[in-house]
């Protein structure tokens, strides 16, 4: 069984949803950079190790990395599920996870990388939103996709009220992915797609 470990900044409403997935994995612990990460009380009342790694008692980027880093690598995780994790990586950190570090971002990728997604879609006036499970690259918001769900933009729609529309895809295909990832059926092509092994016998109608 492969083990993983899943860093959250905040409410880690996906990382709950992982959780009671029941995925053929072992959690081995969520960490997190805010002490009051409301998704640690969450993680601790299911028996999950949890640690904080506050990224303000660190002088630079690189070396509150390089102290991540040694936190996670304590648990010898296959793959690290960042679950609204909200700080950039340094290149040498994402180089070491390469492959076995996955994202989501409130958006059907390559729209609207960065902050606001919601925003951005309704300033856009796009009729389909989404949510994307990506591995991560040096490239913020880049990566090679792994899966995607769309959602209708409706006429009075608010960005709260399209995040919550979109936050309900991203509960469901999340764990998906991570289920792929542990199913050994996730392959990167030589031109740097992500093949899931059977998708188009699941996708069948
Ligand atoms: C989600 O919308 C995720 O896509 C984004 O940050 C949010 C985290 O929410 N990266 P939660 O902490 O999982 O509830």
Redesign the pocket.
């Known amino acids: 069984m492969k083990t993983i470990v899943i860093l ?1 900044s ?6 709950r949803a992982i959780v009671e997935a029941n995925l053929p994995v072992h959690i081995a612990a969520v960490i997190s950079n805010q002490a009051e990460a409301g ?1 640690l009380s969450y993680a601790q009342s299911k028996g999950i190790a949890t640690a904080v790694i506050d990224h303000r008692g660190y002088a630079s980027r690189g070396t509150f990395d390089a102290a991540l880093m040694q936190t996670i690598d304590a648990f010898n995780p296959d793959l690290v599920v960042l ?2 994790f909200m700080r950039i990586f340094t290149e040498g950190f994402v180089n070491h996870y390469q492959g076995r570090l996955l994202n ?3 958006s059907l990728l390559p729209a609207f990388p960065g902050l606001a997604t919601h925003e951005q879609a309704l300033k856009a006036g796009v009729k389909i939103h989404g ?1 994307t499970v990506h591995f991560v690259t040096a490239q913020v918001d880049h990566g090679p996709i792994v899966a995607q769900a769309a959602v209708p933009v409706k006429a009075d729609d608010t960005p709260a009220s399209l995040a919550a529309r979109v ?1 309900a895809q ?1 509960h469901q295909i999340y764990p998906q992915a991570i289920r792929w990832f542990a199913e050994d059926r996730l392959t990167l092509t030589p031109d740097g797609h992500v093949n899931v092994k059977d998708w188009e016998t699941l996708n069948e109608s």
């Open positions: 959250i905040g409410r880690g409403s996906n990382m998704g679950a609204g989501i971002h409130p949510c936050l991203e």
